[in-house]
């Protein structure tokens, strides 16, 4: 059986102000699993040095409530790291 899960595209210094660790954390007490999670920048020089945004795509899966719940936890990590998110959608 396929579960829903919200996909979820960030875009910002992911790696320099790690932002998967916060993402963690932030998560802890949301009952979803971040899934299929995926960083990539163009050029690694650059992107440690913050003059290329990198960009990490992952999924929330669980209960649609708590993945709602995740989300606004996701809206709040990108803007307090200067990061925006350019996707969100539903998957089953």
């Excluded at 719940?69 to 990108?78: D, I, P, Q, W, Y």
């Amino acid at each position: 059986m396929l579960e829903p899960k919200t996909e979820i595209r960030m875009v910002g210094h992911i790696l320099e102000k790690g932002v998967i660790f916060e993402l963690e954390k932030a998560l802890r007490d949301v009952d979803v699993e971040v899934m299929h999670v995926e960083v990539s920048f163009a050029a690694l020089k650059a992107g440690i040095e913050e003059k290329m945004p990198s960009i990490m795509r992952f999924y929330l899966v669980g209960p649609k409530e708590e993945r709602e719940k995740a989300l606004e936890t996701v809206k709040k990590l990108a803007e307090d790291t200067g990061c925006r998110i350019d996707h969100i959608a539903e998957r089953t």
